[in-house]
Nanobody
Framework: EVQLQASGGGLVQAGGSLRLSCAAS????????IGWWRQAPGKEREGVSC????????YYRDSVKGRFTISSDNAKKMVYLQMNSLKAEDTAVYHC?????????????????WGQGTQVTVSS
C-alpha cells in the first residue's frame, strides 16, 4: 500500500523557516517523481516543488525559487522541503505527492498518490 505522510508544518513569523518532511512507503522513490503541492483557503491547488528522475528533474514554482529547497533520501524514503524566508502568502496546507509519470503530474496536483497535508501558517 502506497502511503505518504507529511509533517513539519506549524506557525512561524514572516521571514522564518520550516522544514517539511514526507515519509513514503509502499513504493521505490527511484521510480517516482515526488514533491509538494499546497492549497490555501479559497484558492486553487498549486504545485510548489518536485524532484524526479526524468525531465523536469527539478521544479520550483517561481514564487518560491531561491527560498525553498527540495531534497530526498531515497534510502530512507524521505523527501524534505526546506522553506526559508517564509511569507504570509506561503500559508497553506502542504501535501506530499508522488507519480511514476513525472513531475508534471505532481505540479498540476494530478499525482496518482498524495497524502494528508500539514498546515503551514506564516504570520505577518
Amino acid at each position: 500500500e502506497v502511503q505518504l505522510q507529511a509533517s513539519g508544518g506549524g506557525l512561524v513569523q514572516a521571514g522564518g523557516s520550516l522544514r517539511l518532511s514526507c515519509a513514503a512507503s509502499g513504493f521505490t522513490l527511484d521510480d517516482y517523481a515526488i514533491g509538494w503541492w499546497r492549497q490555501a483557503p479559497g484558492k486553487e491547488r498549486e504545485g510548489v516543488s518536485c524532484i524526479g528522475s526524468s525531465d523536469p528533474k527539478l521544479y520550483y514554482r517561481d514564487s518560491v525559487k531561491g527560498r525553498f529547497t527540495i531534497s530526498s533520501d531515497n534510502a530512507k524514503k524521505m523527501v524534505y522541503l526546506q522553506m526559508n524566508s517564509l511569507k504570509a502568502e506561503d500559508t497553506a496546507v502542504y501535501h506530499c505527492a508522488a507519480d511514476p509519470r513525472g513531475c508534471f503530474y505532481v505540479n498540476v496536483s494530478a499525482a496518482v498518490y498524495w497524502g494528508q497535508g500539514t498546515q503551514v501558517t506564516v504570520s505577518s
